[in-house]
């Protein structure tokens, strides 16, 4: 499958997520949100990763240590990011600027570390999509 369309699904299926945090945030402390939903997360892992297993699709070497680390670490991430954003919706965002502010200033953020740690390129064309992000994070913010 094309990596565009498996982006789109992922877009869908953040958006739901994002949704549905804020429906349930002032409905739900968010630490207990935040564990709900990482615990669900890991079943449905979990049960992919079987089905896998059990059709015998599943690479030789599933994960270097490093990768484990890695991945581990980026689970710190979600679950901290998680938990503010249970925070953030409590506290009366509006779904239109909360999400877009999380979101658009992680992409940004994800783009300059790509940049500086990982040592990627990006093109004017991707240059000027971030600074577009920065623009319209400002006007989202502004008034809030």
Do not use: D
Not at 81 to 110: D, N, Q
Not at 119 to 143: D, F, H, N, S
């Amino acid at each position: 499958m094309n990596w565009l369309l498996l982006a789109a699904c992922a877009a869908v299926c953040m958006a739901l997520y994002n949704l549905l945090i804020k429906a349930s945030a002032g409905q739900v402390h968010e630490m207990v949100g935040a564990v709900v939903l990482q615990v669900v997360a890991a079943l449905v892992g979990a049960s992919l990763l079987l089905v896998l297993y059990l059709r015998g699709a599943l690479p030789p070497v599933l994960a270097t240590s490093r990768g484990l680390t890695l991945a581990a670490l980026a689970g710190v991430g979600i679950g901290l990011a998680e938990i503010l954003t249970f925070a953030v919706y409590s506290r009366g965002a509006p779904a239109s600027v909360g999400t877009p502010l999380i979101v658009g200033g992680s992409v940004l953020l994800t783009a300059l570390l790509g940049v500086l740690v990982l040592r990627e390129t990006l093109g004017w064309p991707q240059a000027l999509g971030l600074l577009l992000i920065v623009g319209g994070i400002a006007l989202l913010a502004r008034g809030h």
